[in-house]
C-alpha cells in the first residue's frame, strides 16, 4: 500500500517495486488504526510512472539495467474504515555501478546518460520510423529521453527509452 502511494507521488522515472521489506515498526493510535514506520528494498521497473500501472504488473528490470534503492515511509492505516494514508517518504536509489556489471555480465549494455545528445539522435530515429511506418492520423515527436545505454558489438550500439507525445500534424503535413 506505501509502495502504491509511493509511484502515485513520483512524476519521474519508472514504477518502483519491493524488492523486500527491511523493517516495519507499528504504532497503533488510541482512536482507530495505526502509523506503520516501513524502510523498503526496491528495484525499478520497466514501467514509466505516466503509465499509473500498478508495481505488481510491472516486469523488473534483469540486474545489469536496474535502479536500487531503498524508500522509508511513514504510512497511517485505518482497514476498518478502509482508509491507507501516506504521511511522508523517502526514496534514495542509484544505478548498478558498471563495474559490477561488467564483472557479472561483461557483454550487457551499461547505463549512460540520457542527456547525451547521441541518445536523443537515436531516439528521433526511431521515432521517425514509427512515424512513417504507423497508421496514426498524428505524428509523434521525442518529449524526453528516459534512459539510455550502450553496448559494444563491432562499434557502439545505442539503446535509449524515451517518451513522446502525439503532435498536432498530421502525418500529410511536411
Do not use: M
Request: include cysteine; charged fraction near 20%; hydrophobic fraction near 35%.
Amino acid at each position: 500500500l506505501a509502495l502504491h502511494h509511493i509511484n502515485a507521488h513520483r512524476r519521474e522515472g519508472y514504477v518502483l517495486r519491493l524488492y523486500r521489506l527491511v523493517s516495519v515498526r507499528e504504532h497503533p493510535q488510541e482512536i482507530a488504526g495505526s502509523v506503520f514506520y516501513l524502510v523498503l528494498d526496491v528495484v525499478d521497473t520497466e514501467c514509466h510512472v505516466l503509465s499509473r500501472k500498478p508495481w505488481k504488473e510491472c516486469a523488473a528490470r534483469p540486474a545489469h539495467g536496474a535502479v536500487y534503492g531503498q524508500c522509508k515511509a511513514i504510512i497511517y492505516s485505518n482497514q476498518a474504515r478502509n482508509i491507507a494514508h501516506l504521511n511522508s517518504y523517502e526514496c534514495t536509489l542509484q544505478q548498478v555501478p558498471p563495474r559490477y556489471i561488467r564483472r557479472v555480465c561483461p557483454d550487457c549494455p551499461v547505463a549512460d546518460s540520457p542527456t547525451e545528445p547521441k541518445y536523443l539522435e537515436a531516439a528521433a530515429q526511431s521515432l521517425a520510423k514509427f512515424n512513417r511506418e504507423s497508421d496514426q492520423a498524428h505524428s509523434f515527436s521525442v518529449l524526453n529521453v528516459t534512459r539510455a545505454s550502450v553496448q559494444w558489438v563491432i562499434g557502439p550500439a545505442y539503446f535509449v527509452e524515451f517518451l513522446i507525445q502525439e503532435t498536432s500534424c498530421s502525418k500529410t503535413d511536411t
